[in-house]
């Protein structure tokens, strides 16, 4: 008589308690639930203060820029609600429309400087010695960490018209009509001794942050090119520029919009005069809101210079990622 035995299944345990609908497969524990969830409470209290920071006075300026309100509101705490109106005599203003094409030029003028003038730093302090590059740091570092508005008090001084370091120096030289000169005479005067300040002020972030890009860079790949007999020009373009190139866009980017809303130069410096003739978007904004107390229309032109500068670094980024897909 032949007697037959049930075989065991041949599969693994682990396998075999799977394939019974699941029952073997370890449920998440709490201690797991809590892991994935670390991240987003890590974020909810920056979340939380750009909202608070940011997110609400956003929201407040939004309001108001549909409001009629002026001194004779906030002293009767009334609200009166205007509709576009702020907006339509916005646009409609050739006054709104020279002063944004004014604010373009000066931004796009002074980030060009600002980035050539930042590569070529970055670039020599990866060529110094180690005590040359430590000075030199030291000195970016001292100029990048001035607060702004001691920075714009040192430039008017430098610039003051009697007894002003810039014009005893020019005096000095030779070019004696410049002893009594008056920088904030005219508009294009003003705006040279602003782009100054801000390239000044600027430079190093551009410069350190390079500099660090430039560490990077494996030193095989600059070995490989100069046994292909790559001169310096061609190493910087084939190895060095494409390390860099990211850092550059990201940049770019940073101080298009640092220099954009650069109020707090060109406002101390000389309130946006001569004539308003040097006034940009945020100065223009703060004047028109605060100094005439159209506290409405100063806040239709704050949303409308958001709105510009969102359109300007969208612009950017799309540039900026078609040439990121070109290269793939």
């Not at 203060?49 to 549909?66: C, E, I, M, Q």
């Not at 205007?82 to 094409?101: A, D, H, K, M, P």
């Not at 007894?163 to 009509?177: A, R, T």
Request: aromatic share 12%.
């Amino acid at each position: 008589m032949t007697v037959q035995t049930e075989r065991p299944p041949s599969g693994p345990a682990d396998v075999r308690k799977a394939d019974d609908g699941g029952a073997g497969r370890p449920k998440p524990t709490a201690a797991s639930r809590a892991g994935a969830f670390a991240p987003y409470l890590l974020l909810l209290p920056a979340c939380a203060a750009t909202v608070l920071l940011l997110g609400w006075p956003l929201l407040k300026d939004l309001l108001l820029s549909f409001q009629n309100l002026n001194m004779a509101q906030l002293i009767q705490h009334v609200t009166e609600w205007n509709g576009i109106e702020n907006y339509e005599e916005t646009l409609t203003s050739e006054q709104f429309w020279r002063v944004t094409l004014r604010s373009i030029l000066f931004t796009a003028a002074n980030v060009v400087l600002i980035m050539i003038g930042g590569t070529l730093i970055g670039l020599l302090l990866a060529r110094l010695g180690r005590r040359m590059r430590f000075t030199l740091l030291i000195g970016l570092v001292l100029a990048w960490a001035m607060p702004v508005v001691a920075a714009t008090t040192v430039y008017q001084w430098l610039f003051a018209q009697r007894f002003g370091v810039v014009n005893w120096v020019l005096d000095k030289l030779g070019w004696h009509s410049m002893a009594d000169y008056s920088w904030t005479s005219s508009q294009m005067s003003t705006f040279f001794v602003v782009t100054v300040l801000i390239v000044w002020m600027s430079i190093p972030f551009v410069a350190i942050n390079l500099y660090a890009a430039t560490t990077t860079i494996p030193n095989e790949l600059y070995e490989a090119a100069s046994l292909d007999g790559a001169g310096v020009w061609r190493s910087f373009t084939t190895v060095t520029m494409p390390f860099l190139r990211p850092f550059l866009y990201a940049t770019t980017f940073l101080e298009i919009i640092w220099v954009f809303k650069a109020f707090v130069q060109v406002y101390t410096f000389n309130e946006g005069g001569p004539d308003r003739l040097t006034e940009i978007l945020p100065v223009y904004a703060y004047v028109e809101g605060v100094g005439n107390q159209h506290y409405g229309m100063g806040a239709a032109i704050a949303v409308l210079t958001i709105l510009i500068l969102l359109g300007l670094t969208s612009y950017y980024l799309r540039i900026v990622l078609k040439q990121e897909e070109d290269e793939l």
